[in-house]
């Protein structure tokens, strides 16, 4: 059964956004989500994906990732392959 706590944090992993590097993205997301109880991988990467730099989610999409590790790390080869950004 889903806590009160745990529909809140899935709330901030809808709504969670990139700010920084693709890897502090990654630590607070991986951070909600071990918050967030059991939670579908396809569920997490569709939030995951709409948090990130649109440009990055869209190169991170056409690599056609099907789970949220595999994103996570295709977005971090992304952001080390251009170079080190902050969006």
Do not use: W
Request: with cysteine.
């Amino acid at each position: 059964n889903i806590t009160n706590k745990k529909l809140v944090v899935r709330g901030r992993l809808r709504e969670i956004k990139q700010k920084g590097t693709i890897s502090e993205y990654n630590d607070r997301f991986s951070e909600l989500c071990s918050q967030a109880g059991e939670i579908a991988d396809t569920e997490a990467l569709s939030y995951y994906l709409y948090g990130l730099n649109d440009q990055i989610a869209q190169l991170v999409r056409s690599r056609g990732p099907t789970t949220l590790l595999e994103a996570m790390r295709e977005a971090i080869t992304l952001d080390v392959n251009n170079g080190p950004r902050t969006i």
